[in-house]
């Protein structure tokens, strides 16, 4: 024997030691098996040596340099920075990519193998890649942390360089630094599913560790023994055109008929070939090392031959057959996933995440394109359709769905040619024309390309299709056989046992239970050799003779060739009705074992093993068959055999016992069946063996998919939970583990309920409930601790996602097992008892027994219910923790930790398809906190996406969810009865096949069955209308399912809807809708549906009006209240199965029905624009809090509209700003030139043109927002208005400010004549002085007494000046009123009292106006009706009325003798004086405010400001209030007393004081020359002294223009400061930047903070003068104080700014001059001019024509300027407070334009930013006690201590008017009249702890004020008196957030 260099293991002297640990043999030959047994080794080196005669001993220096072929060949790939390659690398110490040659000497020295490392790290180019023969292990290196990416681009470049088919070779290693710890990458790599985990290994960079390289090399060696071929080529997996090689049908196994000796040759043939196959698998099946039969490397002789024991051309014939095959079906299956573009979903397995999307409809067309096979079948097979098994497929191109194409003869011209040729056994066809794709490998592709969860999936939709389900699943390539058992769990079966079969007596037992644990008989079939009988076939018949279970070869669609089925055990069940006619009267397992099971030897032994029957189809019985052994090993075993014989017509014959034969020749299949039939009837009523699915998992030799490392680890998460309640009574599971959601939660729901009908004290009511609700909570919380909640959360939290998705699933699964058996017990029983009740109500038995029954029948009903336990019961106890926590106010950080990620879990089960529940059924509850919280999860995972939400209505068990499941291919729970409680809400993704979209998901909502059976009566309807109302409000759509055709179901349900959809138009809500009548007999009559449609038509025009009563709506038929078309928006459906379950399939029409739904349904859908995910978030809270108040309409307050009306509100507020600013920059440019005379008229066109610049930017940015905004489908109702409001705002304003300019120059024409002396007396004062001067000019030199000499002659000046002038008297305004008065008959001694008191400055703020009446007839004060006192008061308060009263009457008694004022009344501790009605009160007060306006407006039209101030006017004002007065009276009750007449003359006198003093002052100054004369001495005085000091001209000229300057620049820099700081303040003084509301929070804060009771009366009783207080003071602490700084900055910018407009005009009025040579009148003239922007009084130039030099002047002035700059330097922003443009007014002008309505009942005022905002209605979030304004209990002095937000959710009633007769419920108040209608006053549960502080904080104080008690039902409740200032303020913020 030559030597060997290449085979074997030589001795080495290095590595002795290290040889020991590990043994590697490897050949490169690729067809031959390198795995050989280390004896083999041995004795191959004992032969070497013999012939060599002693053992060469080598080192790895010497086998280097020998030339050897490499034992093994590794590629390294990967990233290079996963590996550091140097000297002491192991592994690899070069970096060259292409070294062939060398082997490595590190490796060999390691472990004395010739192994070659070749370097192709970095993944080069294809064109890079080295030509390689092959490899035995591709290492593809990781560095640790980028592992997952790498992995994924490495596996990639391999596919891509050296073909598919390559992974069994890759060799994973994670690389990771000496201090780097990697355990984490294994379960990252876990989650690719190409990865597998005995293929991994871990070791650092550097790799020097030899025990690293070791173990590696180990696994290389196993990867490398389990691999066939064992070196990877690349040409045979690279061959793209032998892929594409068309497939011989004469290499695939075909049923066909034959000749009994082609039988025959055939079957020994098989046999043969069996045979063989039969020592391959013995072989697969054993691991390496341990084969019986050695697989030994083929060489060639220069290698050397090898000494086996037994024949290697045997063993090679084998192996090759063997390899051969394994190739065949290799190819075979690639090329059957290339057709069916299934290729990439092999390595990448599809999931139901593919599926779970909203695509097209399913198209029906025969037009499917056959890459798009797979994909259609999973669509239509998810819609149910169980025609989805065979998909006709379009052929070359479109023309073969239009024409068929058959083969043609040719013939020729001969008379016998054509009937040679119709004669002939064949027709020439083209054999290059390949055959459409076998149905079933079309499903059994898919089902290998799916992960378990879509096979899941799968398999469940093929059981409701009633389809055969695969048990054994041999791999397409390596034959290895798989049970998905996984793919069974979730399948329930139903069927009823007849014990008694025939007899009436016999009652069915129904049993309903996971077909995994189901114990049936299990009856399998086999066929041995091929017949030309179908044994699928004959298997439907006994199942289902109208269905095909089993596809077989006459099914629609079949061909001869088939790849995937061969070897394939399917799987289906028997499961009957209970009915007489039944085939067998229990559930039978029917197992077929697809091709000829003498090739599938291992399928068979195990269905033997398992079966209860075996049914064995052979051609023949002789001896000579092939299967003569098969049948004889199954003739003495002792299972039952039932054996069918093709070629015999014998009857059934019994040949011992339990055994069985039939002939099958000449008999028809049905007469087959029936005794098929009767022999498995007759074996199985004799004692046999059961089969249980999961039994299956026990099976030795198969793969159980559930025994995957993910599925496990989900299993034993699963299980922790399920032994915590494993063995207790499923009813109490509930009680004990999930206790938040029992008893606890259904008493919450209970109390807060009670919350919205309160009766009595309501408010103390109200907190005591709020308190139980409490309560309720914090028991929840030391509830929730719970270990198997604990353990549910943490495995959710802690496992990877298909960990966690399996988790769920055995979670399910597992307690889904557990409650069956009750489950099935229980509607056993109930069937049965209501049976009972029906039978006894039949013969109108009313005895005992009846109402026994009955008792029984509503336990049974309540044991039912509590018997339901799911994952949804889990999820909703996740929910009531989180709420439970929530609520509480107080949490720690350690509290925080597990409750608060609930809704981060849910969110993320949502997202990936998982149902939620949104109304808990059993509670009839929306949680609302839980809702809330996983929504904004959603969006923060997701983003605030838009989503189209489709609902469904319909009666209970109409098939609403299965209807949805097969539109959307949902998961929605299915069963009977009533299947969904409350409603849960599927988050579906649109897929990217539809566009044109404006939303990107479809949020479908599901629910439970209105008119259910488990509600009786009234609480049926009222729960089906809340249920109704909440759903279609919810839904952009709602889908109203209709089932049957029984009238009076259908009325119910479309009264509930109508009544539903009118809602939602009152409340300007339109969803659309659609009707779905299922169940309908004959949809395919087009007449009938028009009579239908028509009938329905009408049926919604009645309900329309009928609940247009109720709902109190002008509508005369339903398309009034919703867009409906009869013909476009109703649809029929056949019912749903085809026969009568549990055996019928689903019907081919309802799926084609479900298809043209969705068609519909997306064509509505594409035309909306859905709604954001927040939008949903709040319209979900709005629904159900107002659907709690029974009166929806009313109470229902769209959150989001208003959250969208108040940011509107906003920018209203800053576009009208922006137009007020504008307009008073305009006014105060005009203002100086009327001031100067420049201007004598103002035009409206001029202002409109000055405005609009400003005007357009802001329509154009208003229709921006209008037309962009994310919100824009809401904002579109209010466009019009707004657009509207602005035209308004902008017209009003600038007439109002032509008005005040109008003004400005009347009163400059009034003072003509004052000017003109003015100019006179300045030139005579001017050169009085210059006289003056000239003489005293050498004479006084001390400053002092030239002041002296110069104030010695001014007094005469000024007489000698007004000589003909009449002084200007002062007025008294105050004494003017007392002479009015008194000459109007007032006594003095009132008018003394009245003003030394000084009470009647506060008059419309009094508390108590009894002391200012005097009844008439001295009669006793009726109780007139108070609005907050229902009709019929309590007996136990009469006593206290009658007290009360007689107290008042005694106390008016006392006032009229004189002996109590009415200031000074004393009463009882509990009484008061006369409880005067609230109602006269507010009549009084309201009249003292229209008197003062109407007073004030009186003055303000008289011309003070121009003429003057005139007495007369008073008296004009006191006989208006005397006649007012005299008015008010008539009609009354009571007169009003002197002192009143006198304090509100008084009071009108107050409020107009101020203006008639500032008017008289303005005209005072415009007019009287003395006044004039007075503020001109000391610039006259300057004058003087610059004369006296020798001053030329034009130095006094420029003193005397500077000084004028200075006061027109003082007067613009103050002016343009007010609007810049009013600006600054608008725009970020939180305060004012908002809106309306936001004002009113501050101002409410600011008197809280305060804490003082006047300012809060002032606010209560006159709210616009006390927010005009608070912008007062917020503009003066912010000028003065808290932004003082920034105020000063301002000044000083517009003080440089009007400088520098002087300095200007000074150079260009001097250049212009100089250059035309003008005069010193030429230069004032354009110096005025110029000064455009200042009220500049010009000079008379008549004493200064002297001057020439006007660049001397200019520098005089110029001086002066300098001086005036550091003045306005200096200047105080309190001069700003006194010019004529104020900050404070401007912006009380701009922000109390706005709505003062108050609301009817408590006297808040409306928060609307528009001054008229109809038809929007008046609201306000600070709704307070009706007492805080002193509204009492009518005859009573009991203050009213309830919010009109709580009344409104009561069940109290009030009177509209004092004088009401009739009551009206709150909840109705809308009807009282306009006052109450024009109000939006909603229910609210909130605290509103604002002023319920404020109610115990001023207790005394109100009860001084109003002089009544807190007492009674009055009194304040004690929760109220816990809140502190900080929370009062606190929810302020709350109101305002909604």
């Known amino acids: 024997m030559e030597e060997n260099k290449e085979g074997e293991s030589e001795t080495k002297s290095v590595t002795s030691v290290t040889n020991d640990k590990v043994h590697l043999e490897s050949n490169d030959d690729t067809k031959s098996d390198p795995v050989n047994d280390p004896h083999d080794a041995q004795h191959s080196e004992k032969n070497e040596s013999s012939t060599e005669g002693e053992a060469e001993t080598k080192t790895a220096s010497e086998a280097s340099d020998d030339k050897v ?105 994670v690389t990771h630094k000496s201090d780097e710890s990697c355990e984490s990458a294994l379960a990252d790599l876990k989650a690719e599913s190409s990865f597998s985990e005995k293929r991994y290994h871990t070791c650092t960079r550097r790799m020097v560790d030899e025990n690293e390289i070791i173990s590696l090399l180990e696994k290389i060696h196993v990867m490398v023994s389990e691999n066939n071929p064992q070196c990877y080529n690349r040409q045979i997996f690279e061959n793209v055109e032998e892929q594409k090689e068309q497939l011989d049908p004469k290499n695939h196994k075909e049923e066909r008929v034959t000749t009994a000796e082609e039988m025959k040759t055939g079957t020994e043939i098989k046999s043969k070939e069996h045979d063989g196959a039969e020592r391959s698998e013995k072989n697969d099946d054993n691991t390496p090392g341990q084969s019986e039969i050695k697989s030994v490397p083929h060489e060639t002789k220069e290698k050397g031959t090898f000494n086996m024991e037994i024949s290697g051309k045997e063993i090679k014939q084998t192996r090759d057959i063997s390899e051969e095959n394994r190739k065949k079906r290799h190819k075979e299956t690639e090329m059957l996933l290339s057709r069916l573009h299934l290729q990439d979903k092999c390595p990448h397995k599809m999931s139901p995440a593919d599926f779970l999307k909203i695509g097209p409809p399913v198209r029906q067309s025969n037009d499917t394109l056959e890459k798009d096979l797979a994909h259609t079948f999973l669509q239509r097979l998810m819609t149910l359709d169980h025609r989805a098994r065979y998909i006709p497929v379009l052929q070359d191109g479109s023309e073969a769905s239009h024409s068929e194409s058959f083969p043609t003869s040719d013939t020729v011209d001969a008379d016998d040619g054509d009937l040679d040729a119709l004669f002939a056994t064949s027709v020439d066809i083209d054999q290059s024309k390949q055959a459409h794709v076998h149905p079933m490998d079309v499903q059994m592709a898919v089902f290998h390309c799916s992960n378990s969860f879509l096979k899941q999936n799968m398999i469940t939709k093929l059981s409701q299709c009633q389809y055969a389900l695969p048990l054994l699943v041999p791999d397409p390539i390596t034959m290895d056989i798989e049970c998905p058992l996984w793919t069974f769990r979730q399948l329930t079966k139903t069927w009823k046992i007849t014990s008694n079969q025939g007899k009436e007596d016999s009652k069915p037992i129904m049993k309903s239970m996971p077909i995994c644990k189901a114990e049936t008989p299990l009856v399998s079939f086999f066929r041995l050799g091929s017949l030309s009988q179908s044994k699928s076939q004959l298997m439907n018949t006994l199942i289902n003779n109208r269905h095909s279970a089993f596809f ?91 054996i069918l014989i093709a070629d015999s017509d014998c009857g059934a014959s019994q040949m011992k016992a339990q055994k069985y034969k039939l002939g099958l020749k000449d008999r028809s299949q049905a007469d087959v069946s029936e005794e098929l039939k009767g022999i498995i009837r007759k074996i199985l009523s004799a004692p046999h063996k059961s089969f249980q699915l999961e039994s299956m998992a026990e099976v030795s030799g198969i793969r159980v998919d559930e025994d995957g490392t993910d599925c496990q680890k989900g299993k034993s998460a699963a299980m922790e939970i399920v032994k915590l309640i494993q063995g207790m009574d499923v009813s109490k599971i509930k009680d004990e583990f999930l206790p938040c959601q029992g008893q606890l939660w259904h008493e919450w729901c209970r109390i807060n309920k009670e919350l919205y009908h309160l009766k009595g004290h309501i408010e103390k009511e109200k907190g005591q409930k709020e308190k139980q609700l409490m309560h309720i909570r914090q028991e929840q919380c030391a509830a929730s601790n719970s270990k198997l909640m604990k353990s549910f959360t943490e495995s959710l939290v802690g496992l990877p996602p298909t960990d966690k998705e399996y988790f769920l699933k055995w979670t399910q699964i597992l307690i889904d097992g557990l409650s069956t058996d009750d489950l099935s017990s229980i509607l056993q029983n109930y069937d049965e008892t209501w049976s009972e009740v029906l039978t006894l109500k039949k013969k109108h038995d009313k005895s005992a027994l009846l109402k026994d029954k009955q008792t029984k029948l509503e336990q049974l009903s309540k044991k039912l219910q509590s018997a339901t336990f799911g994952l949804e019961h889990i999820f909703r106890e996740m929910g009531q923790i989180y709420e439970a926590h929530k609520s509480q106010k107080e949490q720690t950080h350690s509290q925080q930790a597990d409750w608060v990620k609930y809704p981060e879990l849910a969110a993320d089960l949502m997202i990936s398809g998982h149902p939620m529940e949104l109304m808990d059924g059993d509670a009839g509850q929306v949680p609302l906190m839980w809702i809330s919280s996983l929504l904004q999860e959603v969006i923060k995972k997701l983003g605030d996406k838009r989503v189209f939400v489709l609902s469904v209505l319909g009666v209970q068990s109409s098939g609403k969810s299965t209807m949805l499941n097969a539109m959307f291919g949902l998961q929605f729970a299915v069963s009977a009865g009533r299947c969904t409680k409350g409603a849960y809400m599927q988050l579906v993704k649109l897929s990217e096949e539809l566009k044109g979209f404006q939303f990107d998901y479809v949020l479908v909502v599901d629910t439970e069955g209105l008119r259910a059976l488990e509600l009786a009566g009234n609480a049926t309807l009222h729960h089906d209308n809340e249920l109704a109302t909440f759903v279609v409000g919810l839904g952009n759509m709602t889908l109203i399912n209709i089932f049957g055709e029984n009238p009076a179901d259908m009325q119910d349900v479309l009264q509930i809807v109508v009544q539903a959809f009118m809602r939602m138009k009152k409340v300007k809500l339109s969803p659309s809708c659609v009707f779905v009548h299922q169940n309908v007999t004959d949809i395919a009559a087009a007449e009938k549906n028009m009579d239908g449609k028509r009938r329905l038509q009408e049926k919604l025009d009645k309900m329309a009006q009928l609940a247009a009563k109720e709902e109190v709506c002008d509508v005369e038929c339903f398309s009034d209240v919703i867009a409906f078309d009869v013909q476009e928006d109703v649809k029929y459906f056949a019912q749903l199965w085809e026969g009568s379950p549990p055996m019928a399939p689903p019907n081919p029409g309802y799926s084609e029905s479900v298809q043209e739904l969705k068609k519909t349904i997306l064509s509505k859908a594409s035309k909306s624009a859905g709604i954001t995910l927040s939008h949903l978030n709040s319209k979900i809270q709005d629904l159900w809090k107002a659907l709690m108040n029974e009166q929806f309409v009313f109470s229902f307050k769209n959150t989001q509209e208003i959250a969208v009306y108040r940011k509107l509100e906003v920018l209203y507020g800053n576009w009208t700003w922006d137009l007020r600013k504008e307009m008073l920059t305009i006014e105060n440019q005009l203002y100086p030139r009327i001031e100067k005379g420049q201007l004598d008229k103002v035009e409206l066109s001029y202002l409109s043109k000055e405005m609009s610049k400003t005007y357009e930017e802001i329509q154009k940015n208003m229709t921006a927002y209008f037309e962009d905004h994310s919100d824009k489908e809401i904002l579109v109702q209010w466009r019009g208005r707004f657009e509207n409001k602005i035209k308004e705002f902008h017209e009003e304003h600038f007439r109002g400010v032509k008005r005040k300019l109008d003004e400005v120059i009347q009163q400059k024409n009034a003072r003509k004549k004052m000017d003109n002396k003015k100019v006179e007396f300045e030139t005579k004062l001017l050169q009085k002085s210059k006289e003056l001067a000239h003489t005293l000019k050498d004479v006084v030199k001390d400053e002092g007494e030239l002041k002296a000499q110069f104030d010695s002659v001014w007094s005469h000046w000024v007489t000698e000046l007004t000589s003909d002038t009449k002084p200007f008297e002062d007025i008294n305004v105050e004494e003017d009123q007392s002479v009015v008065l008194r000459d109007l008959g007032t006594e003095w001694s009132l008018i003394s009292e009245s003003k030394r008191k000084g009470r009647y400055k506060k008059l419309s703020e009094v508390g108590n106006y009894f002391g200012y009446i005097t009844q008439k007839k001295c ?273 000083k910018k517009n003080a440089d700014d009007i400088s520098k407009l002087a300095s200007q005009a000074l150079y260009e009025a001097t250049e212009k001059v100089k250059k035309k040579s003008g005069d010193v009148d030429m230069w004032m003239k354009e110096f005025s001019a110029l000064l455009n922007k200042l009220a500049f009084d010009t000079i ?199």
């Open 1419 to 1691: 009669q006793e004060l009726d109780s007139e009706s108070q609005q907050y006192q229902e009709s019929k008061r309590e007996t136990k308060d009469t006593s206290r009325q009658g007290k009360g009263v007689m107290a008042s009457a005694f106390g008016y008694f006392k006032q009229m003798i004189g002996i109590a004022s009415p200031a000074q009344q004393n009463v009882e501790p509990n009484e008061s004086r006369n409880p005067f009605p609230h109602e006269e009160q507010k009549m009084i007060r309201s009249f003292i405010n229209d008197v003062e306006q109407q007073s004030l407006e009186t003055i303000k039209n008289k011309p003070v400001a121009t003429r003057g101030y005139r007495s007369t006017y008073l008296q004009e004002v006191a006989k208006h209030v005397q006649k007012k007065v005299t008015e008010f009276e008539s009609g009354k009750k009571f007169t009003f007393k002197k002192e009143f007449t006198v304090d509100l003359s008084l009071y009108v006198f107050d409020r107009t004081a101020s203006w008639l003093l500032q008017s008289h002052n303005t005209f005072k100054h415009n007019n009287d020359a003395l006044t004039y004369l007075d503020s001109k001495k000391k610039e006259y005085y300057n004058i003087f002294r610059s004369y006296c000091k020798g001053n030329s001209s034009a130095s006094v000229f420029g003193e005397m223009i500077c000084e004028k300057l200075k006061v027109s620049v003082h007067e613009a820099v103050c002016n343009k400061t007010a609007v810049d700081l009013a600006g600054e303040m608008r725009c970020n003084y939180p305060a004012f930047s908002g809106n309306r509301l936001n004002l009113e929070k501050h101002v409410l804060t600011s008197l809280a903070e305060k804490a003082e009771f006047s300012r809060f009366i002032t606010y209560i009783q006159n709210p616009r003068r006390q927010v005009e207080a608070f912008i007062k003071e917020e503009v003066k602490k912010y000028m003065f104080t808290d932004h003082k700084d920034k105020g000063l900055k301002i000044l």
């Open 69 to 173: 072929i490499p034992k093994l060949k590794l590629v390294l790939i990967g990233d290079t920075n996963s590996i550091e390659i140097g000297s002491k690398n192991i592994l690899i110490d070069h970096d060259k990519q292409t070294n062939m040659e060398q082997f490595s000497s590190k490796l060999y020295d390691l472990c004395g193998q010739h192994i070659c490392v070749i370097n192709m790290l970095g993944l080069p180019n294809a064109d890079q890649i080295p030509s390689i023969q092959a490899v035995h292990a591709f290492i593809l290196l990781l560095p640790n942390g980028l592992h997952s990416s790498q992995y994924r681009s490495g596996i990639q470049w391999l596919e891509k360089g050296f073909g598919k088919g390559n992974l069994s070779y890759v060799m994973t290693v």
């Open 552 to 642: 077989h070869r006459n099914c629609p669609g079949s061909t001869k060739s088939r790849h995937l089925m061969d070897g394939v055990a399917q799987i289906a069940w028997y499961c009957p009705a209970g009915t007489p006619n039944e085939s067998f009267n229990d559930c039978i397992a029917f197992c077929n074992l697809h091709g000829d099971s003498l090739s599938t030897e291992k399928q068979r032994e195990i269905l033997t093993e398992k079966s209860s029957v075996i049914v064995v189809l052979v051609p023949t019985l002789e001896k000579s068959h092939g299967s003569s052994a098969v049948i004889s090993t199954l003739y003495r075993s002792p299972k039952p055999l039932i």
């Open 1740 to 1938: 008379c130039c008549k004493n200064f024509r002297d001057i020439n030099n006007f660049d001397f002047l200019k520098e005089e002035i110029e001086k002066g300027l300098v001086c005036i700059v550091k003045e306005m330097s200096r200047l105080s922003l309190e001069m700003v407070q006194e010019c004529r443009q104020k900050p404070d007014q401007i912006l009380i002008d701009q922000l109390c334009n706005c709505c003062w309505e108050r609301c009817p009942f408590c006297a808040a005022v409306c928060i609307n930013t528009l001054k008229d905002h109809s038809p929007e209605k008046h609201n306000v979030p600070f709704h307070r006690p009706s007492g805080v304004e002193g509204w009492h209990t009518r005859g009573t002095v009991d203050l009213v201590i309830d919010f009109c937000t709580t009344l409104v959710g009561s069940d109290r009633y009030f009177r509209p008017n004092h004088d009401s007769e009739g009551r009206i419920a709150y909840k109705q108040y809308p009807t009282a009249g306009e006052r109450y209608a024009s109000w939006r006053i909603t229910a609210d549960a909130s605290m509103l702890a604002y002023w319920k502080w404020f109610v115990c904080h001023f207790q005394k104080e109100l009860e001084d004020h109003y002089d009544l008690k807190f007492q009674g039902r009055g009194e304040i409740p004690s929760e109220w008196r816990n809140y502190t200032k900080k929370e009062a303020i606190e929810s302020l913020d709350e109101m305002c957030r909604l």
